[in-house]
């Protein structure tokens, strides 16, 4: 089993910045290596992939939406995942939630719901004047 706990959600004007986090816990650590992901969802849509990161850290990937303003990593010694976003903007607004699955990897087609197996319960971020 994963526990998965997102924080740092709030409200930020257009153009500022949020950094989220996910704590992570459970049996299914010592396990195995999990590759972990940020997805996003607004009222009304399909939740969407925002950006991915592999075990080690050294691969990551992101939505083209976000790319070049979001940083995913992460801390295994904390059991943590991070998403840093900047020059936040109106559409960037909704829930956000950290994911992980049952592979150490990534790659370009890991971004659909059915890749990853556990879930967040989510944090709402609201970008807005």
């Known amino acids: 089993q994963l526990q998965l706990v997102e924080s740092g959600g709030g409200v930020v004007q257009p153009g500022g910045s949020l950094r989220l986090s996910c704590a992570a816990s459970g049996s299914a650590l010592r396990e195995q290596a999990m590759a972990m992901g940020w997805f996003r969802q607004v009222p009304g849509k399909e939740r969407e992939f925002v950006a991915s990161?592999?075990?080690?850290?050294?691969?990551?990937f992101y939505a083209d939406s976000v790319e070049g303003r979001f940083i995913i990593s992460r801390d295994n010694t904390k059991n943590t995942v991070d998403l840093s976003m900047n020059s936040l903007k109106p559409e960037d607004t909704g829930i956000y939630y950290c994911?992980?699955?049952?592979?150490?990897?990534?790659?370009?087609?890991?971004?659909?719901?059915?890749?990853?197996?556990?879930w967040g319960q989510g944090t709402q971020v609201t970008v807005s004047s």
């Open positions: 990161i592999s075990w080690g850290g050294g691969t990551t």
């Open positions: 994911a992980a699955r049952h592979s150490g990897y990534v790659n370009p087609t890991t971004r659909y719901i059915k890749d990853y197996h556990y």
